[in-house]
């Protein structure tokens, strides 16, 4: 089996990044595991696609305060991405994700194939689902999406047995779904989120802004501008929250975007939220040329 980057580039990153061992195999990764944990080693694990940015490297600085060892993977997920998706022009950056995951301190970067992680075909494969929740907002418009979530995270779960896992705050629907998983399925792992890093201007850093074309960059900033309307309306006292829903979806409509959503739910399990609710996260996803953003912002009311 061929690395994912190539064999040429795998060994690279071998050769250039001495001080982060590059796994690409599922027995490699468990035999480095076993030497941890016969040392009494505390293991957290750092799930991502890849193309690393400011963002990424805050959950690694938080893993790196949780546990003596750092586990950040990098596997492009087929089954998180539907027909038509951008699963092949998905940003990928190895030699750059490994240098800066040296400089920062992983311990090992987990970069394995898809018949690594899928021996056989996908859709013939055992599979994760959350019902419920996974067919709302996001799972609404990318149908099977959290499916693949579940599966992907569960299937690194068993690999690594992680004491602790770290996610952004950004992808807070992913962050709700996988801890309704680990829940129900009794794994014995923390599941830290990390808040959203964003640019100066308020966009929520992301791979997928790499999409954007200039002007689109400049309009960008509007998606956190909207959210930040939003809590000043609930704030001062608006709690018609379907009303808002409305009024936010057109205002971004007006400003160039083409929404999929702008929802007032209740921040600990992503129900709708009502007047009453004390505790409330408003999250919108929006199209912006070739970019789909999304953003929240939570709020603690009195």
């Known amino acids: 089996m061929s690395p994912p980057y190539g064999r040429a580039i ?19 990764l468990r035999a480095m595991i076993a030497a941890w944990r016969a040392a009494g080693e505390g293991i957290a694990l750092v799930p991502t696609m890849g193309n690393l940015h400011a963002g990424h490297w805050e959950l690694l600085k938080v893993a790196r305060g949780l546990a003596k060892r750092v586990v950040v993977s990098i596997f492009v997920n087929p089954a998180q991405f ?22 920062r301190g992983a311990d090992v970067l987990f970069m394995p194939t898809a018949q690594v992680m899928y021996p056989a075909a996908v859709q ?18 990318r149908p099977g999406h959290f499916r693949g979530v579940a599966t992907i995270v569960c299937k690194l779960f068993n690999l690594v047995q992680p004491d602790v896992a770290v996610f952004g705050e950004k992808d807070y629907q992913q962050l ?5 998983m680990v829940a ?8 830290q ?4 890093v964003r640019e100066a201007d308020g966009l929520a850093m992301s791979s997928r802004n790499a999409y954007l074309e200039p002007a689109e960059r400049a309009r960008a900033s509007q998606l956190y501008r909207s959210l930040r309307e939003a809590e000043s309306a609930i704030r001062q006292g608006d709690r018609n929250f379907r009303a808002l829903e409305r009024q936010f979806l057109q205002r971004l409509e007006e ?11 209740r921040s600990e399990d992503l129900e709708v939220a009502e007047r009453d609710h004390k505790s409330v996260i408003i999250l919108v996803a929006a199209w912006l040329g070739k970019a789909r953003l999304i953003d929240n912002m939570k709020l603690e009311l009195r």
């Open 184 to 191: 129900d399925l009794d794994f014995p792992i923390r599941i």
């Open 255 to 265: 400003r160039g975007f083409r929404p999929d959503y702008f929802s007032i739910r």
């Open 176 to 180: 709700i779904i996988i801890r309704r």
């Open 124 to 141: 013939s494969m055992s599979f994760v689902e959350v019902p419920g929740l996974s067919g709302e907002l996001c799972g609404a418009f």
């Open 82 to 103: 539907g027909a038509g998706e951008d699963f092949a022009g998905y940003p990928r950056t190895p030699l750059e994700d490994a240098e800066g995951l040296r400089a």
């Open 193 to 196: 989120g990390v808040p959203t």
């Open 10 to 28: 795998f060994h690279r990153l071998n050769r250039a990044i001495s001080d982060v061992q590059t796994i690409e195999t599922s027995d490699a």
